[in-house]
């Protein structure tokens, strides 16, 4: 089951302006994943973050995560052409199933 | 590290055969892999969860006479798809955490692109 809410669905952007994307869940969580798709082609891990944690930075990402509205945001920094991707939050819930839950995605295109 | 290939990238067969997806962790020991459906322009529908030496754990409404996984080892699990249908047709990936993950972090293969005639 799908429990990840992602919005916008859909962004386009011009190269050097920031993105954003949103990400509401419903459960409980150990942590909060987002994961960048290419067209076509697997899943790549970008960042991590743990439910005790509020912001984490890894080179031109910042991710946000508020446990009391359960939810997150991926924030893409003066984008290029080649961050064009599908972009998935996925959460590790709560109890150590070992599973993770995937959004709906977000597909950003960056206009160059 | 922690790299994870799939084969076939791609495979195109007839209605009624039988198709295996192979999934490898090429550097490191994989206690746990993971199989997920994607159809187009659609999040990851989680399968099954395959434990090495055990009966894999399938998702509500999977059928898994129809998917047979077999994890044979801490390197290796496989999907079958048996007597595929048009319906069958879709991305199939695969993942897996490290023995050592403690932030169940997986590592996603490349996908398999199945299409049935």
């Known amino acids: 089951s799908q429990q990840g809410e992602e919005d916008p669905q859909a962004l386009s952007i011009q190269e050097g302006e920031n993105a954003t994307m949103n990400c509401s869940y419903k459960?409980?969580?150990?942590?909060l994943q987002w994961y960048r798709q290419n067209s076509g082609r697997g899943l790549v891990h970008l960042i991590l973050i743990r439910s005790n944690e509020r912001e984490k930075h890894s080179g031109r990402l910042r991710v946000t995560l508020d446990t009391s509205k359960k939810s997150s945001s991926l924030l893409i920094t003066a984008s290029r052409a080649a961050d064009t991707a599908s972009y998935f939050c996925?959460?590790?819930?709560?109890?150590?199933?070992?599973?993770?839950?995937f959004g709906q995605g977000t597909t950003l295109q960056v206009k160059p | 590290g922690a790299v994870v290939s799939q084969h076939p990238s791609r495979v195109i067969c007839k209605s009624g055969t039988s198709v295996k997806i192979e999934c490898r962790s090429l550097?490191?020991?994989?206690?746990?892999m993971f199989w997920y459906r994607q159809f187009p322009k659609k999040s990851l529908m989680l399968m099954a969860t395959?434990?090495?030496?055990?009966?894999?754990?399938?998702e509500q409404g999977v059928e898994k006479d129809k998917f047979l996984i077999n994890h044979a080892s801490l390197t290796l699990s496989t999907l079958t798809v048996t007597s595929a249908h048009p319906e069958d047709s879709s991305f199939y990936i695969c993942?897996?955490?490290?023995?050592?993950?403690?932030?169940?972090?997986?590592?996603f293969g490349p996908g398999t692109r199945l299409t049935v005639l």
């Open positions: 395959s434990n090495e030496g055990s009966k894999a754990t399938y």
């Open positions: 993942s897996a955490s490290r023995e050592d993950n403690s932030y169940n972090e997986q590592f």
């Open positions: 459960t409980s969580i150990n942590n």
């Open positions: 550097d490191f020991q994989a206690t746990t």
């Open positions: 996925a959460t590790d819930p709560s109890g150590n199933t070992g599973k993770l839950i």
